[in-house]
């Protein structure tokens, strides 16, 4: 559900609130970018979590525009697309697709949290220690950003930067 005329794309790490986020609040999307990425025609949506950093994932021919696409899509419903951060890539690709996005990541202070709620959601060993490993690198890089960023302190969430900031957020009905 879109609110205004305006959407702003997130492309946040792991951990800062996007699921959450667009649970709660129907004019927010959390394009989840595994089923973009990888074949799961045979994977229950369930499993994602479980399934991020595994090695036998086949990646699809589409990737990555078929989630452009679905982001550009996503922006004419809703007022919020939250996306992966992709940290792990050696050129961001929303840049190369002209997408213009903000960034949104944790101190490194609060990102020592971040691994404890990764093994609470249920992410495997190797998805947190891939995240860990690059954390210092995406942190440079999002701190080097020239364009909007968010930068989480402590326990604060994407949910409590925005409403700090005073993005309109809708929330769903309670049936």
Same mark, same amino acid.
């Given at each position: 559900m879109k609110s205004s005329n305006n959407s702003i794309i997130i492309s946040g790490f792991g951990?800062?609130? &996007?699921t959450f986020l667009a649970k709660k609040y129907k004019n927010c999307i959390d394009l989840e970018s595994s089923p973009y990425k990888y $074949? =799961?025609? $045979?994977? !229950? &949506? *369930?499993?994602y979590e479980k399934l991020?950093?595994?090695? @036998?994932? *086949?990646i699809r021919k589409e990737w990555p525009e078929n989630y452009i696409e679905a982001i !550009?899509?996503?922006? &004419?419903? =809703?007022?919020?697309?939250?996306?992966? =951060? @992709?940290?792990?890539?050696?050129?961001?690709f929303y840049d190369t697709y002209g997408l213009n996005y903000m960034v949104c990541y944790p101190t490194?202070?609060? =990102? #020592? #949290?971040? *691994?404890?709620?990764? &093994?609470d959601r249920g992410n495997s !060993?190797?998805? *947190?220690e891939k995240n860990k490993s690059y954390y210092d690198i995406a942190y440079k890089r999002c701190k080097n950003f020239k364009g909007k960023k968010i930068l989480l302190h402590n326990?604060?969430?994407?949910?409590?930067?925005?409403i700090k900031r005073k993005y309109t957020l809708i929330p769903k009905d309670k049936n």
């Amino acid at each position: 559900m879109k609110s205004s005329n305006n959407s702003i794309i997130i492309s946040g790490f792991g951990g800062v609130g &996007k699921t959450f986020l667009a649970k709660k609040y129907k004019n927010c999307i959390d394009l989840e970018s595994s089923p973009y990425k990888y $074949d =799961y025609s $045979d994977v !229950k &949506k *369930i499993d994602y979590e479980k399934l991020k950093g595994s090695k @036998n994932r *086949i990646i699809r021919k589409e990737w990555p525009e078929n989630y452009i696409e679905a982001i !550009k899509k996503a922006t &004419k419903e =809703y007022d919020i697309v939250c996306v992966r =951060y @992709n940290g792990d890539e050696k050129v961001d690709f929303y840049d190369t697709y002209g997408l213009n996005y903000m960034v949104c990541y944790p101190t490194k202070s609060a =990102y #020592k #949290k971040y *691994i404890q709620r990764f &093994k609470d959601r249920g992410n495997s !060993k190797d998805w *947190i220690e891939k995240n860990k490993s690059y954390y210092d690198i995406a942190y440079k890089r999002c701190k080097n950003f020239k364009g909007k960023k968010i930068l989480l302190h402590n326990d604060e969430t994407l949910e409590d930067a925005l409403i700090k900031r005073k993005y309109t957020l809708i929330p769903k009905d309670k049936n």
